[in-house]
């Protein structure tokens, strides 16, 4: 089989249901950037993580699949039933984080450990790819769970990069 169908050589993807789309399309922009995503996190796993982060964020990609796969489906439907739980998991995750961490006294740089820059370029892109759900939604039904979901996770990269440099006994940077 063939990995190449010359099907896109005219600027056209077809979505899940089998629509022809620009490839600039919202939709695709923002399932494109849920796969960018995806991809970081896979570098991010490739570092020494500790076993509940490597886990945790192993399965977040499992669920950025289902995620990308709800946005290539006009009427997509497949994080219906869990994604409200994961989302609920992930701030149970950064409250328990949040209560070891130190007091924020300004905002922060990104950096400090590797894991910390990975994790703080995570968080970017997953708020790229919120933006770009958003701007799919005001065209198109896109669930609010996946808007929800997104959001969050922006948040407990932030927590996780956090929680790299404390664990490494390495300072956050603030921005002064």
């Known amino acids: 089989m063939k990995i190449y169908t010359k099907t896109g050589d005219q600027g056209e993807t077809g979505l899940f249901d089998g ?3 620009p490839k600039e399309n919202i939709r695709v922009e923002a399932y494109g950037t849920v796969d960018e995503l ?3 996190l896979g570098l991010l796993r ?3 993580l500790e076993p509940k982060t490597d886990q945790g964020i192993l399965q977040i990609q499992k669920d950025l699949f289902e995620l990308g796969s709800d946005l290539a489906t006009p009427g997509g439907n497949r994080t219906e039933g869990f994604l409200e739980s994961r989302t609920q998991e992930m701030e149970s995750w950064m409250d328990e984080a949040m209560k070891q961490l130190p007091k924020m006294k ?3 740089l990104p950096g400090g450990t590797r894991e910390a820059a990975l994790l703080h ?3 970017t892109v997953a708020r ?3 933006r770009l759900a958003w701007a799919a939604k005001r065209k198109e039904e896109i669930p609010d769970r996946i808007l929800i979901y997104l959001n969050r996770l922006s948040d407990l990269f932030f927590v996780l990069a956090r929680w790299a440099n404390f664990r490494a006994k390495v300072k956050d940077i603030p921005w002064e």
């Open 38 to 40: 995806n991809s970081l």
């Open 106 to 108: 300004s905002f922060i």
């Open 46 to 48: 490739c570092e020494s």
């Open 19 to 21: 629509t022809r789309v």
């Open 128 to 130: 790229r790819a919120e």
């Open 121 to 123: 370029l995570a968080r």
